[in-house]
Nanobody
């Protein structure tokens, strides 16, 4: 069993930065790919980024590539999403995700979800 708790969301001006954190509990954390997805008002949930269990492989959606960086610290059971050069269209609830298979995180069919943290980018 894996439990995920996000933090770090907030209100920021366009061009600013935020770092989201996701604290995980459960002994399977270090062996699971982890990721982030987001959902804007009235929109479907969409994939943002995923990282392998070892941290040596990452994959991003085209909309955030070059601006967002996903990382993890297995010693702290935490995954991060550094978001730079934020845009108003990045406004959404951001969800931490975990699953034994990376493809399920990319498709949003992963087993474990956090409760979400709100990110609002003003223009």
């Amino acid at each position: 069993q894996v439990q995920l708790v996000e933090s770090g969301g907030g209100l920021v001006q366009a061009g600013g930065s935020l770092r989201l954190s996701c604290a995980a509990s459960g002994r399977m954390f270090s062996s699971y790919p982890m990721g982030w997805l987001r959902q804007a008002p009235g929109m479907e949930r969409e994939f943002v980024a995923v990282i392998s269990w070892s941290g040596d492989s990452t994959y991003y959606s085209d909309s955030v590539k070059g601006r967002f960086t996903i990382s993890r610290d297995n010693a702290k059971n935490t995954v991060y999403l550094q978001m730079n050069n934020l845009k108003p269209e990045d406004t959404a609830v951001y969800y931490c995700a975990a699953d034994g298979q990376r493809r399920r995180i990319i498709s949003g069919t992963n087993e474990y979800w956090g409760q979400g943290t709100q990110v609002t980018v003003s223009s």
